[in-house]
């Protein structure tokens, strides 16, 4: 498996806005056995995403899926950066393979 985790920071003020995107069309991604976007509770504009896919590939096909090209371009002027990342190797736990 393939792993990702890492965090966005939104425009001031529009991190739901940007979490409803970044939600959108998440179950139509092959390969794709986790997604998780969840809120920073220290920070006002901090988004942690968590990944997991079934192998690296997955995730690369992912990117060129249109429905994800429209979201990453709808989404795009919502993100003010990004920080910490990092890549994983998932060897399980709830809701994966073994």
């Known amino acids: 498996m393939f792993g ?3 965090k966005m920071r939104a425009v001031a003020g529009e991190r739901d806005a940007l979490i409803a995107l970044l939600l959108e069309g ?4 092959p390969g794709c056995l986790s997604y998780v976007v969840a809120r920073d ?4 504009d901090g988004i942690w995403i968590t990944e ?3 192998r690296r590939e997955s995730h690369a096909a992912s990117l060129q899926l249109p429905s994800v090209r429209a979201t990453i371009a709808r989404a795009r002027p919502l993100i003010a950066g990004f920080e910490n990342g990092t890549e994983t190797e998932p060897v399980g736990g709830v809701g994966l393979p073994r």
Request: hydrophobic share 45%; net charge negative; charged share 20%.
């Open 4 to 6: 990702l985790i890492g």
């Open 41 to 44: 509770p220290g920070d006002p």
């Open 26 to 29: 998440t179950e139509a991604m």
């Open 52 to 54: 997991v896919w079934d």
